[in-house]
Nanobody
Framework: QVQLVESGGGLVQPGESLRLSCAASRSIFSIYNMGWYRQAPGKQRELVARFTSGGTTNYADSVKGRFTISRNNAKNTVYLQMNSLKPEDTAVYYC?????????WGQGTQVTVSS
């Protein structure tokens, strides 16, 4: 089992920044893909950014150049730095970790971008 605990959501104005954090209950980076999905009202959950188990990163086209995923191996924590936020970034952001045999989700954190 892996527990994922997220923090860092909130309400910001367009153009501002937020950083999300996701702490895993144990060291999983080398065997799990790990990253962030988001789900806006009435829309499907979509991948935002992730680390693969091999350490490469992937981003949704809509966030490239604005969002950066990073991690702290010693703290088993993944971060999502979100800059130049737009109203369309408003969603519940979920941390996830998966591999072919299993997957885990955090509880979600709300990000609202509004003036």
């Amino acid at each position: 089992q892996v527990q994922l605990v997220e923090s860092g959501g909130g309400l910001v104005q367009p153009g501002e920044s937020l950083r999300l954090s996701c702490a895993a209950s144990r060291s999983i980076f080398s065997i799990y893909n790990m990253g962030w999905y988001r789900q806006a009202p009435g829309k499907q959950r979509e991948l935002v950014a992730r680390f693969t188990s091999g350490g490469t990163t992937n981003y949704a086209d809509s966030v490239k150049g604005r969002f950066t995923i990073s991690r702290n191996n010693a703290k088993n924590t993944v971060y999502l730095q979100m800059n130049s936020l737009k109203p369309e970034d408003t969603a519940v952001y979920y941390c996830y970790a998966d591999r072919p045999s299993s997957g885990y989700w955090g509880q979600g954190t709300q990000v609202t971008v509004s003036s």
